[in-house]
T-cell receptor, first 113, second 111 residues
Framework: EPEVTQTPSHQVTQMGQEVILRCVPI?????FYWYRQILGQKVEFLVS????????KSEIFDDQFSVERPDGSNFTLKIRSTKLEDSAMYFC???????????FGQGTRLTVV | AQSVTQLGSHVSVSEGALVLLRCNYS??????LFWYVQYPNQGLQLLLK??????LVKGINGFEAEFKKSETSFHLTKPSAHMRDAAEYFC?????????FGTGTKLQVIP
């Protein structure tokens, strides 16, 4: 069964460093998303991406964050200068159409030290 | 705008007992509704979804949920709890382009 894959599963980075989280969405999907879950809290929407541009973003998604689809298969989330409070599980998701089911990856646990 | 309220951050049931996890939603458009399960240190797994077809939706692992528009509810049930059902359950509402999650309910199953 097709699935969304995320790499790495766990990343540790020093505060102030740039980090790139990678995702391979399901191949025929057109909409891509990033969500974040701080430990013990709910899953929060960060950004949606369609047709090579951001279609919606939350207030969490400030100038430190960026997304990119550098080629036909990858979808990345970059955090330019990580802060301690960026430590969280980051989930990538993709959907075939705008309001159809989103399939989630297994997540990347980011730890900022 | 869309939102989800999950009543009860922790629910404990005995093994073999009925599981009932409550979810109420608010959505300005006809909603898609979901229940996800998250086992410790794992990702999100879709249990079931409502997409305007049958109001009673059956999912994996014996779970089901009923969409009640008049009550704006989408409660999750399972007739008989198993130890392996211990996890955190998230109700979510999706509309245009993003899914809004509830705060989650941790289910504890007591042997």
């Amino acid at each position: 069964e097709p699935e969304v894959t995320q790499t790495p599963s766990h990343q540790v980075t020093q505060m102030g460093q740039e980090v790139i989280l990678r995702c391979v969405p399901i191949s025929n999907h057109l909409y891509f998303y990033w969500y974040r879950q701080i430990l013990g809290q709910k899953v929060e929407f960060l950004v949606s991406f369609y047709n090579n541009e951001i279609s919606e973003k939350s207030e969490i998604f400030d100038d430190q964050f960026s997304v990119e689809r550098p080629d036909g298969s990858n979808f990345t989330l970059k955090i330019r200068s990580t802060k301690l409070e960026d430590s969280a599980m980051y989930f990538c998701a993709s959907s075939e159409e705008r309001d159809t089911e989103a399939f989630f990856g297994q997540g990347t646990r980011l730890t900022v030290v | 705008a869309q939102s989800v309220t999950q009543l009860g951050s922790h629910v404990s049931v005995s093994e073999g007992a009925l599981v009932l996890l409550r979810c109420n939603y608010s959505s300005s458009v006809p909603p898609y509704l979901f229940w996800y399960v998250q086992y410790p240190n794992q990702g999100l797994q879709l249990l079931l979804k409502y997409t305007s077809a049958a109001t009673l939706v059956k999912g994996i692992n014996g779970f089901e949920a009923e969409f009640k528009k008049s009550e704006t509810s989408f409660h999750l049930t399972k007739p008989s709890a198993h130890m392996r059902d211990a996890a955190e359950y998230f109700c979510a509402v999706g509309g245009y382009q993003k899914v809004t999650f509830g705060t989650g309910t941790k289910l504890q199953v007591i042997p």
